[in-house]
């Protein structure tokens, strides 16, 4: 009750300090823990109410005033400098802010807002994937909730790399309040995180799906020997036309009349597993032979060592 009688003290808006320094007047002497509890509510607070003005202000267009003749890529930068910064940067910041962003100053005033919204925005440039099973958020336009819009060190300019990317919501996780926080900078309300589906893995995140033992990350993908199991080796990230968004396999020589991506996947692990024994058995008998041959120097060696030298001829004498 008490620390609840602070935490509204900081009421939403601008941070009312006189109005808190009533309320902690008020307070019984404590020790330097409820102390500590206070001073964190209030910074919690104050970071909260940070990030509500900027929303705030960013979905209602309002931006520091810019003069007309300023409005243009290379003044973005000078503040937004960031947003380019990573190894995977969206290529449409090549052509400019204005792709993507639309902007007008009069007035003293400045507004910056989208060309379009959502998927919309999106699909200005990507073409809509056609299927009848599609990601939640790719239907419903959240392309920005996988995607940073501008830059990231991943491939695609996702927010995260590889399965981590897709755990960060299929895992099940110990939800606290209305919402659940992702990649640290994206928020879901809690009753559409605990509607998407959650899968049971091992503590390292190796082993579980679809089954106990089916691995998903840290061993050569069948299909694609180059590169690791991972989510996307039986997943679209995007969308497909079977049950749970899985693949689509291709008529390809390589897929052996597969049915489908599991059955395409191990009958390739099978293949694999049987060259590698054929190696390893041609490297036995290769190792065997050498050895064979090399007991044979060996013996012949010895008897050429062993053999009498001739007794000299008379006419040697």
Request: hydrophobic share 35%.
């Amino acid at each position: 009750m008490l620390l609840r009688r602070v935490w509204d003290a900081l009421s939403p808006g601008v941070m009312k300090e006189i109005k808190l320094l009533k309320v902690l007047c008020t307070l019984p002497v404590g020790g330097i823990g409820l102390l500590t509890m206070i001073v964190g509510l209030c910074v919690a607070r104050g970071s909260m109410l940070k990030a509500q003005e900027k929303s705030s202000s960013q979905q209602s267009g309002e931006h520091l005033f810019i003069e007309p003749k300023d409005l243009k890529s290379e003044t973005c930068l000078n503040c937004h400098a960031e947003k380019k910064d990573g190894r995977s940067v969206h290529s449409v910041l090549g052509s400019g802010c204005e792709s993507c962003h639309q902007w007008k100053s009069e007035n003293g005033k400045t507004e910056i807002t989208l060309m379009a919204t959502g998927g919309e925005l999106c699909a200005m440039c990507h073409e809509a994937k056609k299927a009848s099973v599609l990601h939640g958020p790719y239907k419903d336009g959240q392309c920005i909730l996988c995607h940073d819009p501008h830059a990231s060190n991943f491939k695609a300019h996702t927010r995260a790399d590889g399965n981590a990317l897709c755990l960060e919501c299929h895992l099940p996780r110990r939800i606290m309040g209305e919402t659940v926080t992702l990649f640290t900078n994206q928020t879901m309300a809690a009753k559409d995180f605990e509607a998407i589906p959650k899968i049971e893995l091992d503590p390292m995140h190796r082993l579980g799906h679809p089954f106990a033992l089916h691995p998903v990350a840290q061993i050569q993908d069948p299909l694609h020997p180059e590169e690791k199991m991972s989510c996307l080796s039986c997943h679209d990230y995007h969308g497909s036309n079977l049950q749970s968004m899985i693949l689509e396999i291709k008529p390809a020589k390589d897929a052996k009349g597969a049915k489908d991506i599991c059955d395409a996947c191990h009958i390739a692990f099978e293949e694999q597993k049987k060259n590698k024994l054929q190696k390893l058995n041609q490297a036995q008998i290769e190792a065997q032979e050498k050895a064979r041959q090399d007991l044979l120097d060996k013996k012949q060696s010895g008897s050429q060592m062993a053999a009498p030298k001739s007794m000299p001829s008379e006419k040697q004498q």
